[in-house]
């Protein structure tokens, strides 16, 4: 399948490159950026002008909800979502149900995810068995399986001897952990701890649970120079360690999620289970914090953090929902809607989307690690094309996801995703 996406503002974050031209797809390749060669016919012509033609999104937390828990999403439902959000390559967090601790169930994973050619996948492993935090997984196989790192999701680790262990384990190995800052104890609220969480009378989640669980983490971390990767920040005070620690040379990388870029307690308004998340949203110099770190880079990339969650589980009471909001099909123009707000500009809020997420997945990413996130000839054809001029509201019944709970309902955002090239192959097409 030969394609010519002719005529689109081309922009590479990865190199910089910015200009109108045309890019030549053959083989699942990009045999070119500018000028076609002479003997190259095109099976299909996308009309891409007005549009930017970007790398393929690389989504950094998600939950697929398969298996287990297909009443909430199918792997068909939400990497179609996923698509049709341009989102190339992802990376699913292993609390499923059976929990991915076995390199069979990884293995399956990949292989019905592979069948449906809609997006990459890269499972996270789980870091003990069955998630509860006492025995440490074979790692070995199942990073040999097709897992990029080790994480516990949303279960806690409370012992720190399994923690070190754990790390050194990685350190040996040259694997990453993956994890979300929170000391257990402190961290079983449902709210932020501030005035709001107290005069609606829920329970708080005090910004040290995540600031201790990082002093913790960083103190072993020197002691074991273990690749870590910090799932979904939250807090100032956690930016500031995490700016320390990056200062200091370890190996350190972290995220933040489109809920706590644009979100604060205050949305949480009169018990808006929409708005129960993990992490919870906190108050606005956490949000101010946050947004400035990821243009200066302290964090390095933004994810949708997807988590389906159906009608029952959602339609509770405030502290009795089930955390979690669908993210994929709002990623990209929530980035968008960042990068206009902040100053931070388009190619930066690409960046944070495709070559800095790629980055942090580094040599997990195997073969692939030269391209993904990246527009470079002979690289894969992983491609996003979207009209940025183009706004739309957010409808949360017309999401592909099965998932239809988001905190952003009737917002108008900027972009729209019209074609998800994945391995050359067309994953996505917009009706209109």
């Not at 990073?143 to 680790?157: D, I, N, R, T, Y």
């Not at 996801?401 to 192959?425: C, D, I, M, W």
């Amino acid at each position: 399948m030969k394609l010519l996406i002719h005529g689109g503002r081309v922009i590479d974050p990865a190199s910089n490159f910015d200009e109108i031209a045309d890019v030549a797809v053959a083989a699942g390749r990009i045999v070119a950026i500018g000028q076609a060669p002479a003997d190259f016919a095109p099976n299909r012509l996308i009309d891409a002008k007005g549009c930017v033609v970007a790398p393929g999104l690389v989504d950094l937390a998600a939950r697929l909800r398969e298996p287990g828990y297909e009443h909430e999403g199918m792997l068909e439902s939400e990497m179609a979502a996923a698509a049709a959000g341009g989102i190339s390559s992802l990376v699913c967090l292993p609390d499923t149900d059976p929990v991915l601790d076995e390199p069979g169930l990884v293995e399956m994973l990949k292989h019905r995810a592979e069948k449906l050619h809609q997006a990459r996948l890269f499972p996270l492993g789980a870091l003990t068995r069955g998630l509860k935090g006492e025995i440490l997984t074979e790692m070995v196989q199942l990073a040999e399986s097709g897992c990029v790192g080790f994480s516990q999701a949303e279960a806690p680790l409370v012992n720190t001897q399994i923690l070190q262990r754990a790390l050194q384990y990685a350190s040996t190995f040259g694997m990453t952990i993956w994890l979300r800052p929170q000391d257990y104890y402190l961290g079983r609220g449902v709210a932020a701890s501030g005035p709001l969480a107290t005069r609606l009378g829920l329970s708080g989640v005090p910004v040290a649970a995540e600031t201790i669980a990082l002093h913790t983490l960083f103190e072993l971390m020197r002691a074991n120079k273990a690749r870590v990767h910090l799932c979904r920040l939250s807090s100032a005070a956690a930016v500031e360690l995490v700016r320390r620690a990056k200062d200091e040379g370890l190996p350190v990388s972290c995220d933040v999620s489109i809920n706590s870029l644009h979100l604060t307690d205050v949305d949480i308004g009169y018990f808006d289970s929409s708005m129960r998340l993990n992490p919870p949203l906190r108050q606005q110099r956490d949000r101010e914090a946050l947004r400035e770190a990821l243009e200066d880079g302290t964090i390095d990339a933004l994810v949708s953090d997807h988590t389906p969650v159906d009608e029952d589980a959602k339609n509770l009471p405030f502290a009795e929902s089930e955390p979690g909001a669908s993210g994929f099909e709002l990623l990209l123009s929530l980035a968008l809607k960042w990068g206009q707000e902040s100053g931070a500009g388009l190619a930066r809020s690409l960046a944070v989307l495709t070559c800095e997420p790629a980055r942090v997945l580094g040599g997990s990413l195997g073969t692939l690690q030269a391209s993904v996130g990246q527009l470079v000839t002979g690289g894969v054809a992983d491609i996003c094309i979207f009209n940025p001029s183009s706004e739309w509201t957010v409808h949360p019944e017309r999401l592909i996801s099965q998932g239809k709970h988001t905190p952003f309902a009737g917002y108008e955002l900027p972009g729209r995703v019209r074609h998800t090239l994945v391995n050359g192959l067309l994953a996505y097409q917009a009706a209109d």
